[in-house]
Structure formats: structure tokens, C-alpha cells
């Protein structure tokens, strides 16, 4: 792992490069710190070096700084994203339109993905329950028909 130790940063150019959103548009400013602000509190991952009491990945600060920019960039045509309420479905007009999660109105799309890029987004687990000898015993015993090893039958 290639550790990062610098603060993450992201300026106005950043989101014209990397969105085409023209950075002398006076939100874009305020933007860049409101997105900062969320993705840290979407990521748990702080932007300042001196505040993480963690290392990271230099790969990951990537994801985050990019994640940063298309949120700032998002922000700028939202209007009141902080006080929006999470909502699973919202119907009016005959138009309905559902939530995968409640995320969805306040993350931009790419921001979101721009996140799962991160590496512990990618190291889920499955967790799996301690085994239940009582129910372990009752297919054994109710189970008529032999194993065999898929492919050996």
C-alpha cells in the first residue's frame, strides 16, 4: 500500500477539468467546500492530513479528490440539497420516482461511484451463522438421497 500523507485537495480548475463546469461561476467556490464537507462524512475519511488519524491508500485519496470534484460540480445546479428529506419514493403527477437508498438526493451519481472505487468499498464480507446442529441432525436424518459431488452423478 502506498501510503498518502498530504492534504487532499481540490480547487476550482479541478472541477472545469474533470467536469467542464465553468469554475469562475461565483457557487462554484462554496461548492468545493460543501462537497469536500459531505464526501467526508459520507467516507469517514478526512481531507486534511493532520486531522486523519489513519493512513491511506494514495489510490484511494484519488477516488475521494475525484469523488470531491463531480459533488462540487453536482452541487452547483441543486438547489437545497441540505434540506432535502431521505426519501424511498416520492409519486405526484402520475410520475413516481424511488430511492435505491438515501443517498440518492443529497451524493452525486458519479461522486457515488467514484466512492465504491474506494478499496473498502471493495472489501465487504460475507458473514455466515454458526451452523445449527439440531437443524444439521434433522436433514440428515429426513434426507433420502445420497450426496455426490456436482459432476460425479
Known sequence: MTVY??????SMPD?????????????????????KMLIE???????HADERSTPIDTADAV???KAAVFQAAW???????FSRQAVS????DGLSVSAPDSLTFVLAPLAKRALNNCSWAKTGTLRV??????ALDDIAVSDNHPWFPLGAV
Do not use: C
Request: glycine residues 4%; charged residues 15%.
Open 129 to 134: 451463522a454458526e451452523p445449527d446442529s439440531v
Open 15 to 35: 472541477v472545469y477539468v474533470l467536469t467542464g463546469v465553468n469554475a469562475s461561476a461565483p457557487l462554484v467556490a462554496s461548492s468545493i467546500e460543501q462537497a
Open 75 to 81: 452541487l452547483v445546479e441543486q438547489s437545497a440539497v
Open 63 to 65: 477516488w475521494l479528490r
Open 89 to 92: 419514493s416520492l409519486s405526484q
Open 41 to 47: 462524512t459520507v467516507s469517514g475519511v478526512l481531507f
Open 5 to 10: 500523507t498530504d492534504d487532499i485537495s481540490v
